[in-house]
């Protein structure tokens, strides 16, 4: 866990070592471990973002598709089955949309885990920072 804590996007000295060998070793890995280290926390967000795209592309090609029978399927000819095929594919997209409520849901809650982990370390060290030093203080020069 402390690895993967190390590799979070910021100027580590994990991250910062391993872009100096990037570069050593192949120069263009060490961009890209410059480019995360400065906007790898916009990760989340870019996924999120391309998600929404996927989602509405998937949309769209299901509006276009519906001309084509149902839900972009040709009729099997049997009306029963093909009821059944439509009410099974609704109850399946229903719970498609559920999971990714929840998959985003949870994304949220890490991301206000993380930042909360955050506040806590950078209120310890400003307490740390502000708290009287008893052994500096202690020593007195007497003349």
Known sequence: MVNAYAMRPAWTPL??????????VFWPLGLLMLAYIVWGHRVPDLRRHFEGMKQEFRSDF???????????????GNVAFDEYRERELKRLEEERRRLE??????????????????????DRFMRDRRAPRTDEGDKTIDL
């Open 15 to 24: 991250t910062i070592a391993l872009m100096v060998i990037g570069f050593i």
């Open 101 to 122: 409520q929840e998959r985003h849901e949870f994304e949220t809650f890490m991301q206000n885990l993380r930042r909360a982990r955050d506040q806590e370390e950078f």
């Open 62 to 76: 299901r509006e276009r598709s519906r001309g084509c029978g149902s839900r972009g399927f040709t009729r099997s």
